[in-house]
């Protein structure tokens, strides 16, 4: 049985051309999410053919070419967009394992008693997906073999690499083909290694001493005989919740604000009555074709006050690049609210009825409550300062 792997090359900057169709057939550079030092983080063909690579430095490549269209990073639209995508695959096979935005590998067993054939399931992929993504899937008896076919598949076509053609097509490619960084390729070239060929005449030993771990890897993909399997990602039930702002929020005051409502909003879908969630993920899509993105895991179940308070506390120092303009809310595997056992009333601190009194009467007079309270919030946390948060105390 083949594995598949589909690929759509340059996927953040297909999504770019997509949205502005004038960029088609210009050279493309998508810049990297990092302010420090922007890199080269993806290349069209176009500004391949220049002499653009990836991980090159920005400054550089204004010396390269005057012409070069650079496209800013922005991984909340691009993982919102090929999770379409994953969505659209799973009607086909539902182990799918994501390795990045634009490739994923497929598991086709079981699929025989829908397709009489591995190249009309591989077909059925294709069909799946949208055109315009220009998507190519590659059939191999291994993940890495299964990319090669692939990368060599024109766009909208399936490529198959059969078993018994294996070490004929990988004797021939260069090591650039290998998903290695340049660094290693640079000591691929000092020792005299320019193909898989060369690759797989050494012994694993040698190149496991030389490389560690990753020796033994680049031995096997060269030989094609890598047994890594397909690990299906997890399919957890989410709710997303999605705020259009009517105009952009540039201060933090109002971003508070706007988090607070589409929690409350979130919660108040039917899908999550009388249920508490461990995980939340918030998406801030900014303006100019940006995005921030964070992922929030909590020790114990929680509803939307307790929710947005930690939410609130954790993204009091939140720095964006400009004004945000869409928010997303993902309740991640929502579960059935747990019940919490109450004092018996005659064990009740007798201090609890006049501090809820007055903490009322506060927060009557000053619009929110000026008492705080300190909760835990990751108990396992190296930084003292994570294991627990200070939120207001609301009765």
Known sequence: MLLACVLIPNFPLRLAVLAQPALDGLPLVLTSPSTNRPLVADASPE??????????????????????????????????????????????????????????????????????????MAEALLVSMSPIFRPRVGLGPTRFTAWVAARMAIPGSVNTMPADQVRATLDRLPVNWLPVDDATFVKF?????????????????????????????????????????????????????????PAPIASREMLMLAIRQIVQKAFGRPAMQHRQVRQARIRIMIEGGQSWEREFSFPQPLGPQRLTALLLNRLQA??????????????????????????????????????????????????????????????????????????????
Not at 191 to 196: E, I, V
Not at 217 to 229: L, P
Not at 366 to 371: K, R, T, W
């Open 189 to 245: 070239d000092r020792l005299g290694l320019r193909t898989l060929a060369d690759i797989r005449a050494l012994a694993p030993s040698a190149l496991q001493a030389r490389f560690g771990p990753l020796g033994r890897d680049v031995h096997a993909w060269a030989s094609g005989s890598d047994e890594a399997r397909i690990v299906p990602r997890p399919i957890l039930e989410s709710v997303r919740e999605e705020m259009l702002l």
């Open 318 to 395: 939140i720095e964006l690049t400009g004004p945000a303009e869409v928010l997303h809310l993902d309740l991640i595997d929502p579960i059935r609210q747990t019940a919490v056992q109450e004092l018996i009333p005659m064990f009740r601190p007798r201090q609890e009825k006049p501090l809820i009194e007055a903490a009322r009467q506060l927060t009557q007079r000053y619009g929110e409550s000026p008492l705080a309270h300190i909760v835990e919030v990751e108990p396992w946390s190296r930084i003292p300062e994570r294991r627990f948060a200070l939120i207001n105390f609301e009765p």
């Open 47 to 120: 500004a391949v053919a220049l002499g653009i690579r990836l991980g090159m430095p920005l400054r550089e490549v204004h010396a390269v070419s005057p012409h070069i269209v650079f496209i800013p990073a922005n991984p909340v639209r691009d993982g919102l967009e090929f999770e379409k995508v994953l969505r659209q695959l799973e009607t086909v096979s539902p182990a799918i394992e994501p390795l990045e935005h634009g490739r994923c590998y497929v598991d086709l067993h079981g699929l025989g008693r829908h397709y009489p054939s591995e190249q009309e």
